[in-house]
């Protein structure tokens, strides 16, 4: 498989780049399904984690990756698949409930499966509030969450950079969070926010991140809006100083 290939043949490569150290990696369950969450930072992220944990993680992708056209977009499609990758609509609704329902197939099969608690990618480096997908796949199979911080990351990739720095980075494999499989009807809002919370919170010791309880794609819409007003503003701004210099 592809992912394998990865690992230990452009691992070699990777490891000389971005020196991917890793501590905890006996927490990682030896066999049966766990789910490894942790922060989110840059995209090496996704090259981490499989860069130093023993076994082999399934991720979501945006749906974007297997949707592409011509052959690129075949070939993109079957790279991403063949590397334990399945497609996500992270438009919400019952199109993202069809990844968790993918996700929780590959945890009841005694696999293990990646996750970014805060749902996308930092905008700045802090720790944000976590969304509760992982905490649902952990009620719904007993499978035990892994808390996971990843450090230094964001100082090779900055956002838009597409070739890494080159220099260190680490994977913290925390003591796995127990929890127990639950039906349907007992799993509520508070317990898998609690849950979510204690995940979180245990990351942010790990990683020594500043904390902020908001949503990061929140924060990353209300960025982009006030960069577009911004923008229009010069542009008005630029127009009438061009506008009087005519006059």
Not at 31 to 57: E, F, Q, S
Not at 221 to 240: F, I, P, S
Request: hydrophobic share 40%; net charge positive; with cysteine.
């Amino acid at each position: 498989m592809l992912y394998w290939l990865f690992v230990k043949g452009l691992g070699p490569l990777a490891r000389w780049r971005i020196d991917p150290q890793a501590k905890g990696v006996s927490n990682i369950p030896s066999t049966g399904g766990a789910i490894i969450a942790a922060n989110h930072l840059a995209v090496i992220d996704d090259a981490l984690i499989p860069l130093t944990c023993p076994r082999m993680v399934h991720f979501m992708g945006k749906a974007e990756y297997f949707e592409g056209k011509g052959i690129k977009g075949r070939f993109k499609k079957w790279w991403f698949t063949s590397v334990g990758v399945f497609p996500v609509d992270r438009s919400g609704g019952s199109k993202s409930l069809g990844a968790l329902a993918h996700a929780r197939g590959i945890l009841e099969q005694g696999k293990l499966f990646g996750i970014h608690v805060e749902g996308t990618r930092s905008p700045d480096g802090r720790l944000y509030r976590g969304h509760a997908g992982a905490a649902k796949l952990a009620m719904e199979t007993g499978c035990p969450i892994v808390p996971t911080a990843i450090i230094g990351s964001r100082q090779l990739q900055r956002p838009g950079q597409v070739i890494p720095a080159k220099g260190h980075a680490m994977v913290i494999y925390g003591a796995p969070i127990l929890v127990k499989r639950r039906a349907p009807e007992q799993i509520t809002h508070e317990s898998l926010r609690e849950l979510t919370d204690r995940v979180v919170a245990t990351i942010g010791r790990m990683s020594g991140q500043e904390y902020v309880d908001e949503y990061a794609q929140k924060v990353k819409a209300r960025l982009k809006a006030e960069a577009a007003a911004k923008a229009a503003a010069d542009v008005g701004a630029t127009a009438g100083s061009s506008s009087e210099a005519r006059s």
